[in-house]
């Protein structure tokens, strides 16, 4: 057979070169190969159809089912190079549910959170699929915490659990994705006793990679409420469990590097960044944000990272700072909001009022101290004066109306 290059074949039916790798990668080119780094593609290979033309449309009369068993297309190896996201949203023109899916998932990450909204009502009223509005349903949930509205994260939570569920495995992953959508606040005892043992045989491998980034968060907040003594644990109490939970987050990581699924390993690294920096252990945190930014920056992931600006502390802030200034002043505008839409919703699920008012350094000492660490212990922690830490808590204090004992119920 006769193969040629990508460079021809994008020149022959009028695409970009990257958008011919994309299509290439992602198995819409019948026959093409990979030889070392290039691609070598037949060539009498037929150009894929575009969905957007009137000729497609008129081919494929219903949606077609999307290209992966998942609600989240964009932690699946579709996306497996940084800096495509576009050009994968592109390549995806031949499913219009899968596409317009998509490009609602790259605007999440990217903090369009209107753009996010429109999509998922779309999605929503179209009658779409079960994968698709399980999607809808999850995006509407993020929306929520964005705009701190509980009718709206309400409301996404019976779209999921309306979704036309055809058997058990369907029935599985509609728990799995409420489960999700109340992690979101920190709620870990909504999640179905398989998940919790770490078994993700009742949902489709497809959604293993979003199932591992759930899994982990769901560890994380574990961990977080034993800490805090809102969850009690047999036989442990304070930072132990979450010390121990990296342990089992990095292995995800390398298995999600290994596996092209280049969302995942973002979530995942920063997830286990904020288990490093809860315990003390900031280095191994910076290597993973590091690694995070890295990843997040070529397709201005910037909402991800204002995502876990909370959790993190002034971490992402010293990191970012370092690398991207500019990227710094994008994600701290969207972490303002973010951070007071959250607060805001959570509060009103947990009944309860989430201090917008404390500095970083002031929410970060509150912290260690509704993990039942000593003055002296946090000013260890945070490398700070034993007098800087007391007034710290004396102004949380002063703030909330709370004694330090009770500081949780406003984190």
Not at 331 to 355: C, M, P, Q
């Amino acid at each position: 057979m006769d193969y040629i290059g990508i460079d021809e074949v994008a020149k022959k039916w009028g695409l970009s070169k990257r958008f011919v790798q994309v299509l290439c990668a992602n198995g819409r080119i019948e026959g093409a190969a990979r030889l070392g780094r290039a691609w070598m593609i037949p060539r009498n290979a037929k150009k894929p159809i575009d969905g957007r033309t009137k000729a497609a449309r008129s081919e494929h009369d219903a949606d077609m089912p999307l290209p992966r068993k998942t609600p989240f297309l964009y932690m699946t190896d579709l996306y497996h190079t940084p800096g495509t996201a576009d050009a994968v949203g592109e390549s995806l023109a031949y499913n219009h549910e899968a596409q317009v899916l998509f490009e609602a998932e790259v605007a999440y990450s990217r903090g369009e959170i209107d753009k996010v909204y429109d999509i998922a009502n779309y999605l929503l009223h179209k009658h779409s699929g079960f994968y698709a509005i399980q999607s809808a349903g999850m995006l509407l949930a993020q929306c929520a915490i964005w705009k701190g509205d509980i009718h709206m994260w309400r409301k996404a939570k019976v779209h999921i659990a309306e979704a036309p569920a055809k058997n058990d495995n369907d029935r599985d992953a509609i728990q799995l994705a409420i489960s999700a959508v109340d992690i979101m606040v920190y709620n870990v005892e909504s999640f179905p006793e398989w998940f919790k043992k770490g078994r993700f045989e009742p949902i489709h491998k497809d959604a293993y990679p979003a199932a591992k980034v759930y899994y982990a968060k769901y560890l994380y907040a574990l961990g977080y409420a034993v800490a805090m003594g809102l969850v009690k644990v047999d036989g442990t109490q304070g930072l132990y469990i979450m010390s121990v939970i990296s342990f089992s987050i990095e292995p995800m990581i390398s298995w999600a590097r290994a596996n092209n699924t280049i969302m995942a390993e973002i979530y995942l690294r920063l997830t286990c960044a904020a288990i490093y920096h809860n315990c003390g252990k900031d280095e191994d945190a910076i290597y993973h944000i590091d690694k995070a930014i890295e990843l997040a920056l070529p397709d201005r992931f910037y909402g991800v990272l204002a995502e876990y600006c909370r959790a993190l502390d002034t971490l992402m802030e010293k990191r970012l700072t370092r690398i991207d200034e500019n990227a710094w002043k994008e994600v701290k505008k969207l972490y303002k909001i973010y951070n007071e839409g959250w607060s805001k919703l959570s509060g009103a699920v947990r009944g309860k009022t989430i201090l917008t008012t404390l500095s970083d350094k002031e929410r970060e000492v509150a912290k260690l101290a509704a993990f039942g660490m000593g003055n002296k212990e946090i000013a260890d922690h945070l490398h700070l004066s034993l007098s800087v830490v007391k007034q710290a808590v004396r102004i949380v204090s002063e703030k909330s109306g709370l004694p330090r004992s009770e500081f949780a119920a406003i984190l």
